[in-house]
């Protein structure tokens, strides 16, 4: 009779330990993930009423983050670009060097090749490239947009024909609202400058001393150097206006960037301190738990009756 009454009497008390001892197993298996994972739930649906809010700053960090790519990307191409045209810049402003100094003396020794170098140089930065596709050839990007494969090559070809590319330029996103065109072909940067290596190849192989024809050549390809380069310093400074019109919203899509990643932090992340002081307040919690079932267990209502 008495083990019955001690069973009666222990069974409800044990069902009570049992569901606190559960609840603070759940607890701690909580804080444990928390500190595993790093984040507050392990569902957005976890998080309640916050969880609306948190998917869409993630989808307006995620719209930051991808016109900041597009920002860098283009800068790239731009950069790319300005080095080609500072290239093709000093190649000529050498070889008008040489040509005023031929003038001046009235030999043309090393001429023929400082036309020949400028040119090759001239050639090289029109038919650039960026991971393979040329940089100044507009939509026309299967083949270089600038033909003559030499100077002498250069002779009687029509401006028109010694370009391949069309007047397309590309476009790109890079803020809400603002859409920048950016790209310079082949035929703006050395339409007029051509017409300077086409004058000089068409007035022969220069030797030590110029004939009239040649010295008529070397003056007007002096005038249409100045010319072209007036023009290549245009393009020049509008290349650079963009680059820096995409340095600045690219720097205000980063800043927009990292007030959202922790605006998502604060409200996703846990803090790990307290994540850590909590896994040992829960552990203690339930080890006294355990021990005060083990307390439990080992009484019997036949204790009390004696």
Known sequence: MMSSWNRVATMPMHQTLFSAIARSQERLADVQQQMTTGKKAPTYAALGTEAVRLLSTHTMMAKQEAQGAVAARVGTTLSLMDAQISGIEDSMMSLRRTLLDAVGTGTTTGVQEAAEEAFSHFRSALNADEGGAPLFAGSQTAQPPFAPANLAAAAGVPTPSAFTNDDLKAGARIADGVDVAYGIT???????????????????????????????????????????????????????????????????????????RKLIEANEDADMAEVASEIVQRQTTLQASYTMFSRLSSLSLVNFLR
């Not at 339409?191 to 024809?213: H, V």
């Not at 290349?239 to 007030?259: D, K, W």
Request: avoid cysteine; hydrophobic fraction near 40%.
């Open 186 to 260: 082949a035929s703006e940067l050395g339409g007029e400058l051509f017409d300077a290596f086409r004058t000089l190849a068409e007035a022969g192989a220069f030797g030590d001393k110029p004939n009239p024809t040649q010295k008529t050549a070397l003056n007007t390809a002096i005038g249409q150097i100045d010319s072209g380069l007036a023009s290549l310093r245009k393009l020049n400074a509008e290349n650079g206006r963009r680059q820096a019109q995409i340095e600045t919203l690219a720097s205000r899509a980063e800043g927009r960037t990292l007030v959202l």
